[in-house]
C-alpha cells in the first residue's frame, strides 16, 4: 500500500519569494512520482511527474522537484513566486505497474501575496 | 485534443432524486477514474476502470453510487437517491499505461 503526506495545508509567501512545499510518501514498490495544480474552480493539471531517469524534474513555468529515494521524499521548490501562482498543490504517487492507482495527498494551498 | 470531457459541468437538484454525471474520456486511453472532491474530505478516488472493466470500487461510498463504462469512449455515474451530503465537485479523469492522469474539468453537485 502507498501513502502521501503534504503537511502545510497552506504556504502564505511573498511575491518574488522562494517556496517550498513538502510532500513524504510511503510505498513497499516502486513509485511514480506527481505534482498536480488546481486553480479555483478548475480541475487539476499536471505540474510535473518523476517517472525514472534524472531524480530532478521541472516544469515550464518555472517549478521543479527532486525524487529522494532515501528520504521517500519529491519536494516542489520555485525560487521566485508570482501571484498567478496562487493554487492548490497535490502531490499524489501511484506504482509503476499493475493498476496504476493514484494515491494523493491532502494538498498544500499556496497563497502568493503581492 | 478535446481533453476529458464532462457534463452537466453544474448540477442542483433536490434530495431524493436521481443525478447521472458523465465522462468522455480521452480518445485512445484506456483507464477512467472518477473522484470526488469535498473540502472535508479532500480528493478520493470512487472507482477506476480499465479497458471498460471496474477494477476497483472501494472508494464508493454505498450502495447509492454506481458507475458503468458501457463503452471506450463513455461513462457514468449514478447517484440515487441523491442526499445533501453527496454535495461536491465530482472529477472524471483519464489515462493510458497509467503514466498521467488527465482531469476533467468536474462536476459541481449541490443536493438541496
Known amino acids: 500500500a502507498q501513502s502521501v503526506t503534504q503537511l502545510d495545508s497552506q504556504v502564505p509567501v511573498f511575491e518574488e519569494a522562494p517556496v517550498e512545499l513538502r510532500c513524504n510518501y510511503s510505498?513497499?514498490?516502486?513509485?511514480?512520482l506527481f505534482w498536480y495544480v488546481q486553480y479555483p474552480n478548475q480541475g487539476l493539471q499536471l505540474l510535473l511527474k518523476?517517472?525514472?531517469?534524472?531524480?530532478l524534474v521541472e516544469s515550464i513555468n518555472g517549478f521543479e522537484a527532486e525524487f529522494n529515494k532515501s528520504q521517500t521524499s519529491f519536494h516542489l521548490r520555485k525560487p521566485s513566486v508570482h501571484i498567478s501562482d496562487t493554487a492548490e498543490y497535490f502531490c499524489?504517487?501511484?506504482?509503476?505497474?499493475?493498476?496504476?492507482?493514484?494515491?494523493f495527498g491532502t494538498g498544500t494551498r499556496l497563497k502568493v501575496l503581492a | 485534443d478535446a481533453g476529458v470531457i464532462q457534463s452537466p459541468r453544474h448540477e442542483v437538484t433536490e434530495m431524493g432524486q436521481e443525478v447521472t454525471l458523465r465522462c468522455k474520456p480521452i480518445?485512445?486511453?484506456?483507464?477512467l477514474f472518477w473522484y470526488r472532491q469535498t473540502m472535508m474530505r479532500g480528493l478520493e478516488l470512487l472507482i477506476y476502470?480499465?479497458?471498460?472493466?471496474?477494477?476497483?470500487d472501494s472508494g464508493m461510498p454505498e450502495d447509492r453510487f454506481s458507475a458503468k463504462m458501457p463503452n471506450a469512449s463513455f461513462s457514468t455515474l449514478k447517484i440515487q437517491p441523491s442526499e445533501p451530503r453527496d454535495s461536491a465537485v465530482y472529477f472524471c479523469?483519464?489515462?493510458?499505461?497509467?503514466?498521467?492522469?488527465?482531469f476533467g474539468p468536474g462536476t459541481r453537485l449541490t443536493v438541496l
Open positions: 479523469a483519464s489515462s493510458f499505461g497509467g503514466r498521467q492522469q488527465y
Open positions: 510505498s513497499s514498490v516502486s513509485v511514480y
Open positions: 518523476y517517472l525514472s531517469g534524472s531524480t
Open positions: 499524489a504517487v501511484s506504482g509503476t505497474s499493475g493498476t496504476y492507482k493514484y494515491i
Open positions: 480518445s485512445g486511453h484506456n483507464s
Open positions: 476502470f480499465n479497458n471498460n472493466v471496474p477494477i476497483d
